[in-house]
């Protein structure tokens, strides 16, 4: 069964340093998302993207954050300088017509 | 941010028995509604969805109910088998944008 994938599944960084987070969404959909997880608090949305560029983005999502699709297959995550209150569970997630979405098993990001 | 709320932090069924998992939302512009289970240290999975112009969905031993006018669904799990032990998760969304979660519940299935 087609699944999205995500790499790492634990980054641990120090603060102020980039991580990039990457994820394979499932071969055919077109619809890309981020999510994230602090402990003991809902899944929040950060990021969707459709036809390589940003639909929506919540106010979490500021200038720190970047996604970018490299080429067909990935789809990244970029934090520039981390923060301690970055540390969460990130889920990335694909659709193929933007409702069902299919979530990856998530990095758990670790700021020290 | 309420949009979606899950009042019941967790629920405890035998198995066999009927498991129901309530959620609540007050955005009238939402559509779609979604039922997710996670594990600890995994991803949400996708379980059962439902449009706004259905009231039932049901699929095998999931059967979701949407009461627009309350503003309420229901996931109902029967049998409930221990297998299901996991952390449910009702979402919504409008027009199939971002999903907005709720806080989850916990289901213990006890044999």
């Known amino acids: 069964e087609p699944e999205v994938t995500q790499t790492p599944s634990h980054q641990v960084t120090q603060m102020g340093q980039e991580v990039i987070l990457r994820c394979v969404p499932i071969?055919?959909?077109?619809?890309f998302y981020w999510y994230r997880q602090i402990l003991g608090q809902k899944v929040e949305f950060l990021v969707s993207?459709?036809?390589?560029?940003?639909?929506?983005k919540s106010e979490i999502f500021d200038d720190q954050f970047s996604v970018e699709r490299p080429d067909g297959s990935n789809f990244t995550l970029k934090i520039r300088s981390t923060k301690l209150e970055d540390s969460a569970m990130y889920f990335c997630?694909?659709?193929?017509?933007?409702?069902?979405?299919?979530f990856g098993q998530g990095t758990r990001l670790t700021v020290v | 941010d309420q949009q979606v709320k899950q009042n019941s932090p967790s629920l405890s069924v035998q198995e066999g028995r009927i498991s129901i998992l309530n959620c609540d939302y007050t955005n009238s512009m939402f559509d779609y509604f979604l039922w997710y289970k996670k594990y600890p240290a995994e991803g949400p999975t996708f379980l059962i969805s439902?449009?706004?112009?259905?009231d039932k969905n049901e699929d095998g031993r999931f059967t979701v109910f949407l009461n627009k006018s309350a503003k309420h669904l229901s996931l109902h799990i029967v049998p409930s088998q221990p297998g299901d032990s996991a952390v449910y998760f009702c979402?919504?969304?409008?027009?199939?944008?971002?999903?907005?979660f709720g806080a989850g519940t916990i289901l213990r299935v006890k044999s």
């Open positions: 993207f459709y036809n390589n560029e940003i639909s929506e």
């Open positions: 439902i449009s706004s112009i259905k």
């Open positions: 997630a694909s659709s193929s017509q933007g409702y069902e979405a299919f």
């Open positions: 979402a919504a969304s409008e027009e199939g944008n971002k999903l907005v």
């Open positions: 071969s055919n959909h077109l619809y």
